[in-house]
């Protein structure tokens, strides 16, 4: 569990001022790291805004769901407020269901704010009229099962690879050594804007999907017939093929959203070369951008007690990162857990953008 923070009831449009006070666990508040699909810039982590309210609206979509928030307990007009929640697939996993709130619901929320005062913040939790808390991070607990090949549906042992603050920035931030092309582009890049690939529906692609298994579910699929593995990851949507027929990557003209893939069996691990991707704005989400140069190879090898993948993965751009970057974490065997379609909606996508 994540150290008591302060809570600050700061004056953000409506919410009343007052002297900072510690704020008290709520049962299981667990807050773990964000992973936000706009990342956490312009969000302060650090604090907490408490108000109560009347829900007015609960957006129930990918690849976050949304619930707007009429704050009356302040001194002027109420103001309305965006509470932005984990995707559809994640919460449907933690228990939440499309309507878990509903208009009219009297609630007491504790966000992360944003730095600019405005009336939008990331969900710590939301206490329900008559005392029932609804929070983001209860984790579904894990259930030991076995198999003999890749094929199934895997997730991230979250313990071992969410140890960087700050979430999927945090963990780029402190994994990519960039040149000074990639340093200027992070610097110029800004993530509230629609400069943000993900305002309109453009995910990230490999290997994005595979640091995202710390929430969002794989799925690999061995067709021995066609020659091929499909990877599905629950995060965009995004589906692979890793091509096993021994061909040869296509020109570097030709270029695709997730990269061109080819496999081969080294012994009892599973090899995964891919080149070819299209250019990409913020990929890691820090804004770096990648482009024609990124090379992104995978090993995926059965432990053998047949419960989990190890894997690893080397990520080259000479363009904007100076050195390899390498990454290795395990991915649990979980065919308990069920694949939920992504089906970004374009409204919801974009709710962050400071216009």
């Known amino acids: 569990m994540r150290a008591v923070k302060t809570l600050y009831l700061v004056s953000l449009r409506g919410v009343t001022m007052k002297n900072p006070i510690p704020l008290i666990p709520l049962f299981f508040m667990t807050s773990l790291p964000a992973l936000a699909h706009h990342s956490d810039a312009g ?27 009429n704050n009356t307990d302040g001194p002027d007009e109420p103001v309305e407020w965006a509470i932005q929640m984990g995707g559809v697939n994640v919460l449907s996993r933690r228990g939440w269901r499309a309507n878990s709130l509903a208009e009219g619901d009297q609630v007491t929320v504790r966000a992360h704010p ?10 710590e939790s939301i206490e329900k009229e008559g005392g029932l808390i609804l929070e983001e991070a209860v984790e579904t607990p894990e259930i030991a099962a076995t198999t003999t090949n890749l094929q199934g549906t895997w997730k991230a042992d979250r313990s071992a690879t969410m140890s960087f603050p700050g979430g999927f920035d945090g963990f780029f931030l402190a994994q990519l050594k960039l040149t000074q092309k990639g340093e ?65 990557h296509p020109e570097d003209s030709e270029r695709f959203v997730t990269g061109h893939s080819i496999g081969w069996w ?54 904007y990162i100076a050195e390899p970057m390498i990454h290795s ?11 939920y379609q992504f089906n970004c909606d374009l409204e919801a996508t974009s709710r962050f953008i400071n216009n």
């Open 184 to 248: 200027f582009a992070k610097a110029q890049y800004n993530p509230l804007s629609d400069e943000n690939p993900e305002s309109t529906c453009i995910g990230r692609p490999t290997p994005a999907a595979l640091v995202s298994t710390s929430l969002y579910l794989m799925s690999i699929e061995i067709n021995e017939e066609e020659q091929m593995i499909v990877f599905q990851s629950e995060w965009f949507g995004e589906r692979r093929t890793i091509y096993m027929d021994g061909r040869r």
């Open 43 to 69: 969000v302060d982590m650090d604090a907490v805004v408490a108000f109560e309210g009347t829900v007015t609206e609960f957006k129930w979509r990918n690849p976050h769901v949304y619930v707007m928030i």
């Open 266 to 319: 080294e012994e009892d691990t599973l090899v995964v070369d891919t080149t070819n991707f299209t250019d990409h704005r913020s990929p890691y989400q820090i804004g770096v951008p990648s482009g024609k140069q990124k090379h992104v190879v995978e090993k995926y090898r059965l432990t053998e007690d047949g419960t989990r993948i190890e894997m690893e993965f080397i990520l080259e751009d000479p363009e």
């Open 114 to 123: 944003m730095q600019d005062g405005r009336p939008y913040g990331i969900m």
């Open 329 to 339: 974490r395990e991915l649990m065997y979980s065919p308990h857990l069920r694949m």
